[in-house]
């Protein structure tokens, strides 16, 4: 194997290593994210809505909201692996469910690979002018946006997208509206020659 291969291999089996005492409730997370069942694209999206519902009733300011989140991340991850062996019995866990954690843990490894890249690419590589330009305009046009358009809804409609995505690239939804697009884009220039002749 190459060096790289095995890199890769000691971080996945890291990652499953450090992600054990979650593993229940990420294999459940990845089935309902990629919607396993029909109705889990409507029980992503309600849960997402009520979450930024309830943030938008409650009107917290930044510093709140941040404190919070981080109190519920810390109690969470000290309770849920105690919960966690008294809930889910080990004896339910078979080789499928293990699959599945794998191939989870396999994509966030690509995930923090990628990441990592990217990383290395915008901060660490010498840029030339017109890549600084571009991503100039383009953050000009972000602030822009930001500044015109309420932020809490700018964040629900990326929270929505990103809990949606692998569910849409998991049923082939963009595959199947690019061959209907497609589908009808010859249907009409085979009518539109038919009218020319």
Not at 18 to 40: H, M, S
Request: net charge positive.
């Amino acid at each position: 194997m190459k060096n790289s291969q095995v890199d890769q291999k000691r971080a996945l089996n890291k990652l499953k290593h450090d992600l054990e005492p979650f593993r229940t409730a990420i294999v459940g997370a990845y089935g309902v994210l990629t919607w396993e069942k029909q109705y889990y694209a409507g029980v992503v999206f309600c849960s997402v809505s009520f979450m930024y519902l309830l943030l938008w009733y409650m009107d917290l300011s930044l510093i709140t909201l941040l404190s919070l989140l981080a109190l519920m991340t810390i109690v969470l991850d000290f309770i849920f692996p105690t919960l966690s062996r008294i809930v889910f019995r080990n004896d339910h866990w078979d080789g499928e469910l293990e699959a599945k954690f794998e191939e989870v843990c396999g994509q966030v490894c690509n995930i923090k690979e990628n990441l990592g890249m990217w990383y290395y690419y915008f901060f660490k590589e010498r840029k030339s002018t017109v890549f600084v330009i571009i991503i100039s305009l383009g953050l000009l046009l972000l602030a822009w946006i930001g500044a015109i358009i309420n932020n809490l809804l700018l964040m629900y409609l990326a929270t929505v997208m990103v809990a949606m995505w692998p569910g849409l690239q998991d049923k082939d939804v963009f595959k199947s509206i690019t061959e209907k697009a497609s589908k009808i884009i010859v249907e009409k220039i085979q009518c539109g020659k038919k009218k020319l002749q």
